[in-house]
C-alpha cells in the first residue's frame, strides 16, 4: 500500500515558543502526514525531534583526585539505558507493521509467484483462470503459487501453510489438504516402490501439531528397516508399535525436556501451548484438534530415557540395553575420587596423614517435599530403568522394608526427636511421604542408587539402604558422612549393615567412616551434640559444610507438584531425568566453581595461617605440646574429652558471677563517692583517674557525685598548665553557652595536656608517673575483660545445656546482658588508658596492647553483642526447623581468627586454671580453623587435578568405543557409522572440556580474579574485609578483588594444581590413568601421577607465595 508523503516547514522563529519548552522541540521537528492510496486513512509523524540536552550530575570528586581509568568510561546509549522510553517514538511505526503483515505486502498491486514468477490471485483471473497463492511462515513470507508450494513442500512437511482467500485475507490450512504426500525412508524425495496405502499421521512439532499424509517405502531399502525405524530415520517417534496414529518429532522433545529441567513445564501445560499456537480457537471446539496429551506423555517419557541412555553409552554395549548395570545411567562427579578413573598410581600407599586427599564425602537427608498419592484402581506403570539410575531397585528395596514395619528408631537428640515427629505426622492417603537421598557433600551431584522412597518418615531402615547402595563398588580407604541426625544414626550402624541384603553389605573394619553434622543443622542439636559432632572440627574435611543435599532439594522441590500424582514408575523417570541434567550442570560448572573456591581458600589459608602463626609464639612449647596432644587423642577417640569445648566443671556459677557483678558494684560505688584530699601526687592521679572512671559511668546513665570542686584545687599544685588551659577553655566560650556537662568536662590530667604544656605546667615527675598508671590500668582492664568473657562464656554454654522455662530463661539472660555491658565499659576504660599511654610515651610504645575493637571481644558462637541476638536467633532456629528448644541459629560459614586479647602478654600468667582453659579452648578451634583451610587449598587442588585425570579417562574410553564400533558385525554399517560418529563427538566434547578448565586453572590468583570480575582498573582500593569473605557454601554471586584478605600476599599466589614441588617443567608421556593426552607438555613432579611417600610433601602440593 503506497503513501502519499506531505512535509510541512516548522513556523516561523518568532511564533516558536521558549528553547526549554516540550512546544519549541516539537516545532523544531519535521511533520510530515502519510495518507493512504484510497484517502480513507493518515496518520501524523514526527521526524528529526531535537533532543533536549539532559542535565548530567557532577561527580562527588575533589579537584586532586586522580580518576581511574578517566578516558576510557563506557559510552552511554539511550537505546540501552532507557529502550522503553526510545520504544514510544516507534511503537505506532511497530503497530503499523505488524498490521501490514496481514496483507499482501509489496504484492498488493501485483500478485505473482516469488519462485515461477507467474502471476497469480485477480490478476491470474484475466487470463487462464484464477489461481491459488500460498505463503509458508518457515519458509518466508513470499507468495508461492499451487505447484511450487506442492513441490518445495514434499521435503517439509511440517511447515505451517496460509491461503489468500476471498481475494481479502490469509487463512491457515494443512499441507494435507492442499495434497502433500510425505514419503518416508527417502527424506521425502520420491520411491521406486512406494507403499500403495496412503496413511494419515498427527505429528507434533515445536511450530504446532499438524496432521500430513505419508507412505512408506517398499523399495529394497525396507529390507532393512520396518515401519517403525522408517519413523525413526526421519525424526519423528512414534507413539505406539503398532500402526501408530501420533509421532513426536525429536526437536520437540529436546525443546521440552529443556523447558522441564530449568521451568520446571510440565507436560500438560507444553501440549495446551502447541494447541493453541496451532489453533487459538480450539480450546471453543470451533476448530477441532486431535487429542496428543497421553501420546506426548508417553514419548517425551520414553524419549529422555533413551537420551540418558546414549549418553551413557549403552547403544555402544554389544551385549545392549538389558545388561545395563544398576546406577549405571547416573552421570558421575567428576572432582570426586573414582579408583581406576581419576585416581593417581600408588594412593593407598600414602601416608595416613594425606589419606583425606582421596577420601569420598557424601551428604544423607531426606525430603519431604517429593510425596506421592495413593490412586486407585492405578495399573502397573514400573519404570522404564528400575535400579539403573538414581533411584535403588525398588523390588529388592520393599523387600528389605517389610522386616522393619514395625520398627521404631528412637532419638535421644530432643531437637530432632521433635523434627522427626513432625514430619511424619501427617501421612495420611500417601504411599510415598518423601524420598531420601545420598549427593557428594562437596559438588552436589546425587550418587548413582543414592535416591529412595519413604513410606513412614526418616527411618535407619532406609537411609541404611540408601547410603550403602550411593556407596556401590566404591572401594577407598577413607568416608566421611555428612547426616543432620549422625549424632543417632551413626550409633549401631555396623550392627544394622548386617541386616542388610547380603549384596549389600561391606566391610567397614579396615576403613574410616566419620560421621558429623552439617554445619547449620548442628546448631539445632544439644549443645554437647553439636561439639562432639560438628562437621567443621572433623579432620580432612577442609571446608566442606554437608549443606549441599539442601540445596538439591531445593531444585527437584520444583517438580514436587508434578510428580505427586503420577504412577510410581513416572515419577521415578521424571525426578531422574531431573536429576540427569542437575549432574551433568554440575561438572560442566566444575571449572568455574573450584576456580572461585580456590582463590577464597588460598586468601583464607594465608589469613588463618598468620593469625595463627601470632598467637601461637606467644604460648610457650610445653603448653602447645600438651594441647596439642589432648587433640590428637581425642581426633583418634571420640570418647575422650573433648578439646574444642568447656569443661563442664570449669567456670563459675550463676550465684558466684551474681555476687562477684553485686560486689564490684559496690565497691566501685565506695570508690567513687569516697572524699578527695590531694595530699600527694599519686592521690591526684588516682582521683582524676576516678573522675575518668565516673564520667565514663555518667556517659552510660549511671548516676554519681560531683568530685570536680576538690580536683580543681589539686590541679593548682600539681599541672597549673591545667589551669591555664581552662582559661583559655572559658574564654573561648560565648557566654550565653552554658558550661559542660560534668560528665563532659576535661580533666586536663598530664595526658590530654599539649606537647609544650606537659614539658612546662607538670610538677615533678608527675607524667612519668601518669604513665605507669596508665599502664598498669591498660593491662588490669584486659585481664578483667578475659575473666569477664570466660564468665560469659561459661554462662551461655550453661544455659544452653540445663537451664529450661521462661523464667529462668529470662534470669539467666539478664546475667548475661549484665556481663556484656561489663565487657563494654572494661574495653572503654582500656582504650581510654591505652590511648593516654601512647601520647605519654608515643605511638611505639607497648605493641602487645593493642586497640580493642567489637570483634575482639565476641566469643565465637554469639549471636548479639551482648547475646540478646542469640534470643531471636533460638527463636528463628526454632521456628525454621520446625524443632522444640532449638539451639541459637549462630553465623554459619563467617570465617574467624582468634582474638588477640587471649593471647596478649599476662594472659598466661594469670593463676586462674579456668582462664587458661578458655585460652585453650581458643587456640584449639584457632588450629582448627587454620588446619581446615589447609586442607580446603590441598582438596581443590586435587578436585582440579582428578577433573582433568576423569576427562581424560572419558576421551580415552569414547575413543575406544569409536574404534570397536567399526569392528562389530552384529549391526549394520548405518549402524557402525552412527555409533562411530556418535563416539568421536564425545570425546572431542571432553577433550575440549579438560584444554578449557586447564586454561581456567593455569593462572595465579591475580589473573583469575580478574577473569571472573572483569575488573582491569589499576586502582583496587584493597581493604581487606575484616571477617572475611568465605562461607562454607560459598554462596556470593560476585567477587571482587576488595573483599579478598591479605591481596598484596597472594594475588600472585598461583592455582595451577599442575605443579611440581620443584616447578620443573618436562614433557609428559602419561598414561591414561594420569589424565594427560600423550606428548602433552605439562607439570612434572606430583601433580597427576605422583602422590607423596612421606609427610614432607602432599600430593600435588604447590609452592606459592605464601609457603
Known amino acids: 500500500m503506497s503513501r502519499n508523503l506531505f512535509r510541512f516547514k516548522p513556523p516561523s522563529r518568532a511564533s516558536v515558543p521558549g528553547p526549554s519548552s516540550r512546544d519549541y522541540l516539537i516545532a523544531n521537528a519535521d511533520r510530515a502526514i502519510l495518507i493512504s492510496d484510497d484517502g480513507i486513512r493518515q496518520s501524523k509523524h514526527l521526524h528529526n525531534i531535537v533532543r533536549k540536552k539532559r542535565r548530567v550530575r557532577v561527580d562527588a570528586v575533589s579537584g586532586s583526585e586522580v580518576l581511574v581509568q578517566a578516558g576510557n568510561k563506557r559510552k552511554r546509549y539511550a537505546s540501552s539505558e532507557e529502550p522503553m522510553s526510545e520504544f514510544h517514538e516507534v511503537a505506532q511505526l511497530y503497530l503499523d507493521e505488524t498490521v501490514r503483515a496481514h496483507g499482501l505486502g509489496y504484492s498488493t498491486s501485483s500478485p505473482c509467484c ?317 504411599r510415598v511421604s518423601g524420598v531420601g537421598g545420598c549427593v557428594c557433600a562437596r559438588h552436589e551431584c546425587m550418587r548413582p542408587n543414592g535416591l529412595g522412597d519413604l513410606q513412614k518418615g526418616e527411618r535407619y531402615a532406609n537411609m541404611d539402604y540408601i547410603l550403602v547402595s550411593a556407596l556401590g563398588d566404591v572401594d577407598l580407604k577413607e568416608y566421611t558422612v555428612s547426616y543432620d541426625i549422625a549424632c543417632q544414626w551413626r550409633k549401631n550402624f555396623k550392627t544394622r549393615m548386617e541386616k542388610l541384603p547380603k549384596a549389600l553389605q561391606r566391610d567397614f573394619d579396615d576403613v574410616l567412616v566419620q560421621c558429623g553434622l552439617p554445619v547449620w543443622h548442628a546448631l539445632a542439636h544439644e549443645e554437647e551434640c553439636t561439639n562432639e559432632n560438628n562437621l567443621s572440627l572433623l579432620s580432612g574435611v577442609g571446608k566442606s559444610d554437608g549443606e549441599g543435599i539442601e540445596r538439591l532439594w531445593a531444585i527437584l522441590n520444583g517438580i514436587a507438584f508434578q510428580t505427586k500424582e503420577m504412577s510410581l514408575g513416572n515419577r521415578a523417570d521424571t525426578v531422574e531425568d531431573r536429576l540427569d541434567a542437575h549432574n551433568f550442570l554440575k561438572n ?33 612449647t610445653e603448653k602447645r605440646n600438651e594441647w596439642q596432644t589432648q587433640i590428637d587423642a581425642f581426633l583418634e ?235 531471636r536467633s533460638d527463636r528463628a532456629a526454632a521456628k525454621k526447623l520446625g524443632s522444640i528448644g532449638g539451639r541459637p541459629l549462630r553465623e554459619v560459614g563467617k570465617t574467624s581468627v582468634l582474638s588477640w586479647i587471649w593471647t596478649a602478654r599476662g594472659a598466661l600468667d594469670s593463676e586462674e586454671e579456668d582462664l587458661h582453659e578458655s585460652l585453650r579452648i581458643e587456640w584449639s578451634r584457632a588450629k582448627a580453623r587454620k588446619t581446615r583451610w589447609e586442607e580446603e587449598v590441598d582438596l581443590l587442588r586435587e578436585e582440579m587435578r582428578r577433573v582433568i585425570r576423569y576427562l581424560a579417562w572419558e576421551v580415552e574410553t569414547w575413543e575406544a568405543r569409536a574404534a570397536a564400533a567399526e569392528m562389530r558385525a552384529d549391526v549394520t554399517q548405518e549402524a557402525r557409522s552412527g555409533l562411530r560418529g556418535y563416539a568421536l563427538a564425545q570425546a572431542a566434547l571432553h577433550r575440549e572440556l579438560s584444554e578449557h578448565f586447564r586454561k581456567e586453572w593455569s593462572m595465579n590468583v591475580n589473573e583469575a580474579t580478574t577473569d571472573l570480575t572483569g575488573d582491569v582498573t589499576t586502582d583496587l582500593r584493597k581493604r581487606g574485609l575484616a571477617g572475611g569473605v568465605a562461607s562454607s557454601s560459598y554462596g556470593w554471586l560476585q567477587l571482587t578483588k576488595d573483599q579478598i584478605p591479605h591481596w598484596d600476599t597472594i594475588q600472585n599466589a598461583p592455582l595451577r594444581p599442575f605443579s611440581s614441588a620443584s616447578g620443573i617443567e618436562a614433557s609428559v608421556h602419561a598414561t591414561p590413568m594420569d589424565g594427560v593426552e600423550q606428548g602433552v607438555t605439562a607439570q612434572a613432579g606430583p601433580s597427576l601421577g605422583d602422590v607423596p611417600k612421606d609427610s614432607n610433601a602432599k600430593a600435588g602440593d604447590t609452592p606459592t607465595a605464601l609457603e
Not at 598468620?610 to 606467644?618: L, M, P, Q, R, S
Not at 564490684?664 to 569516697?674: I, K, L, N, P, V
Request: aromatic share 6%; glycine share 6%; charged share 30%.
Open 114 to 430: 516469488a519462485l515461477c514468477k507467474q502471476a497469480v490471485g485477480a490478476e491470474a483471473e484475466r487470463g487462464s483462470g484464477r489461481r491459488r497463492f500460498f505463503r509458508c511462515t518457515d519458509c518466508g513470507v513470499f507468495l508461492q503459487c499451487l505447484e511450487c508450494c506442492l513441490a518445495r513442500h514434499n521435503l517439509a512437511p511440517l511447515h505451517t501453510l496460509e491461503e489468500w482467500v476471498d481475494n481479502s485475507r490469509w487463512r491457515r490450512l494443512t499441507l494435507k489438504a492442499i495434497g502433500v504426500v510425505y514419503q518416508l525412508g527417502h527424506e521425502g524425495f520420491e520411491c521406486k516402490f512406494p507403499d500403495p496405502l496412503l496413511r494419515s499421521l498427527t505429528v507434533v512439532h515445536t511450530n504446532g501439531i499438524h496432521q500430513i499424509q505419508y507412505r512408506y517405502c517398499k523399495c529394497k531399502r525396507s529390507d532393512t528397516c520396518n515401519n517403525l525405524q522408517q519413523l525413526h530415520r526421519n525424526h519423528w517417534f512414534p507413539a505406539t508399535k503398532t500402526d501408530p496414529d501420533t509421532a513426536v518429532t525429536s526437536q520437540v522433545l529436546d525443546l521440552y525436556r529443556l523447558l522441564n529441567v530449568v521451568g520446571n513445564l510440565n507436560a500438560r501445560d507444553f501440549i495446551t501451548s502447541l494447541e493453541r499456537l496451532t489453533d487459538a480457537t480450539h480450546s471453543t471446539g470451533m476448530n477441532w484438534l486431535p487429542d496428543t496429551y497421553k501420546a506426548f506423555l508417553r514419548v517425551s517419557r520414553q524419549s529422555a530415557f533413551l537420551q540418558r541412555a546414549r549418553r551413557r553409552a549403552r547403544a555402544h554395549d554389544p551385549n545392549g540395553l538389558q545388561a545395563t548395570k544398576e546406577g549405571e545411567l547416573t552421570p558421575n562427579c567428576w572432582p570426586c575420587p573414582h579408583d581406576g578413573r581419576n585416581l593417581p598410581p600408588g594412593w593407598r600407599d600414602v601416608a595416613k596423614e594425606y589419606q583425606y586427599l582421596y577420601r569420598l564425602i557424601v551428604a544423607l537427608d531426606a525430603n519431604f517435599k517429593l510425596k506421592n498419592r495413593i490412586r486407585k484402581n492405578e495399573i502397573d506403570d514400573p519404570s522404564l530403568g528400575p535400579g539403573w539410575g538414581s533411584f535403588v531397585e525398588p523390588r529388592r528395596y520393599k523387600k528389605h522394608l517389610r522386616k522393619y514395619v514395625a520398627e521404631k528408631d528412637i532419638s535421644t537428640c530432643i531437637a530432632f526427636a521433635a523434627l522427626t515427629q513432625k514430619e511424619t505426622r501427617n501421612t495420611a492417603g500417601l
Open 588 to 620: 560442566l560448572g566444575q571449572g568455574d566453581a573450584l576456580r572461585r573456591r580456590l582463590i577464597v581458600a588460598i586468601a583464607e589459608r594465608a589469613r588463618q595461617v598468620d593469625a595463627f602463626k601470632e598467637i601461637n609464639k606467644t604460648i610457650s
Open 637 to 871: 577417640d571420640r570418647t575422650l574429652p573433648n578439646p574444642y569445648v568447656m569443661k563442664k566443671q570449669n567456670g563459675p556459677s550463676e550465684a558466684d558471677i551474681r555476687a562477684k557483678l553485686r560486689a564490684e558494684e559496690q565497691a566501685e560505688a565506695r570508690e567513687g563517692q569516697a572524699p578527695l584530699h590531694a595530699t600527694s601526687a599519686t592521690a591526684f592521679l588516682t582521683a582524676g583517674l576516678q573522675l575518668e572512671e565516673t564520667q565514663r559511668k555518667i556517659r552510660a546513665g549511671v548516676a554519681a557525685k560531683s568530685q570536680l570542686t576538690a580536683d580543681r584545687q589539686s590541679k593548682e599544685v600539681y599541672t597549673p598548665g591545667s589551669v591555664r588551659m581552662l582559661a583559655t577553655e572559658a574564654e573561648r566560650r560565648a557566654d550565653d553557652t552554658p558550661a559542660p556537662a560534668a560528665e563532659r568536662v576535661r580533666l586536663w590530667l598530664p595526658s590530654e595536656l599539649p606537647q609544650e604544656e606537659r614539658a612546662s605546667g607538670c610538677k615533678g615527675n608527675l607524667v612519668e608517673m601518669e604513665a605507669r598508671l596508665r599502664e598498669s590500668q591498660s593491662t588490669d582492664s584486659l585481664s578483667a575483660i578475659r575473666l569477664a568473657l570466660h564468665s560469659k562464656r561459661h554462662l551461655i554454654s550453661f544455659r544452653h545445656g540445663n537451664i529450661g522455662g521462661q523464667v529462668r530463661m529470662t534470669r539467666s539472660h539478664s546475667i548475661v546482658d549484665q556481663l556484656g555491658i561489663r565487657v563494654d565499659a572494661l574495653a572503654a576504660k582500656y582504650n581510654d588508658a591505652r590511648r593516654a599511654l601512647l601520647v605519654l610515651r608515643g605511638e611505639g610504645y607497648a605493641p602487645h596492647l593493642r586497640k580493642l575493637e567489637k570483634e575482639d571481644l565476641r566469643l565465637e558462637g554469639e549471636g548479639g553483642e551482648h547475646d540478646t541476638e542469640a534470643d
